[in-house]
């Protein structure tokens, strides 16, 4: 029986101005960034549910048990801002149920969830993802640092591997294609560091898995798609691998 996965975030709208001379006019534009995953995953193995950001600041659940259709949630380059203020709390002053709570409440009892990299996942570029002291930051197997935590590197840097033996890691070629960018976080004591950036680049941890009550929770602090990870890592056979693998670990179908 397939597994539910819930990818939240991964998408974004853009306002662009265009000046010809004297005139100018502007245009929109929506983008997602999730193909690459869906591709990857698709199968009878797995369920997808994609949720952007804009839905996701209506649509998430308010109740607890509205979480319980899923067994794995990911949150992809979405700050916490979008899940703790939707339209009737932040315009109408409204009360409702914190939902990052709800979130940190179904992991501790059985679920898998994994907080993916990028501009607004972690603490994000400015600190204006914001997750850092939240309650889906209890629920992690690391901790978010209070600023900026941005780790560009133009140049790449190759992933070392801490724990090849480790189920997410079965099968996923030893040799990694460049990533050019993650978010610095700290693992938590006891938390499973499999992956990590090279000594030069701060030797930080990269892929963090950790339990949380009865649950289970990853941390993958580079991007599921560009810019932070390449084409090359995007067609690399090891992606389809990784992924497969680490929604397996968190719904303990390994």
Request: one cysteine or more; proline letters at 7%.
């Amino acid at each position: 029986m397939a597994k539910n996965v819930l990818l939240v975030g991964e998408s974004w709208i853009t306002n662009e101005t265009h000046y010809k001379g004297f005139d100018h006019f502007s245009s929109t534009n929506f983008h997602t960034g999730a193909e690459p995953f869906l591709e990857a995953v698709a199968g009878d193995e797995f369920h997808i549910t994609y949720m952007p950001a804009h839905e996701a600041v209506r649509d998430l659940p308010y109740e607890r048990a509205g979480y319980d259709q899923w067994d794995v949630i990911l949150i992809s380059d979405i700050g916490s801002n979008s899940i703790l203020l939707p339209p009737e709390v932040f315009i109408k002053s409204e009360r409702r149920p914190n939902r990052l709570k709800l979130l940190r409440e179904w992991t501790h009892d059985g679920g898998g969830l994994m907080m993916v990299g990028g501009y607004l996942t972690f603490q994000g570029i400015d600190g204006s993802g914001r997750w850092r002291r939240t309650p889906v930051e209890d629920a992690l197997p690391v901790t978010c640092l209070p600023y900026d935590d941005r780790l560009e590197v133009p140049e790449g840097f190759v992933a070392e591997i801490a724990q090849a033996d480790h189920p997410i890691l079965k099968g996923v070629p030893q040799e990694w294609p460049h990533i050019i960018g993650a978010n610095e976080i700290v693992a938590r004591d006891g938390a499973e560091v499999l992956a990590r950036l090279p000594d030069e680049e701060g030797g930080h941890p990269l892929l963090v898995a950790g339990q949380y009550g009865s649950g289970r929770s990853l941390a993958w602090a580079s991007d599921m798609a560009p810019h932070w990870l390449p084409p090359e890592f995007l067609a690399w056979e090891g992606y389809r691998t990784l992924w497969l693998n680490m929604l397996r670990w968190l719904a303990k179908a390994s």
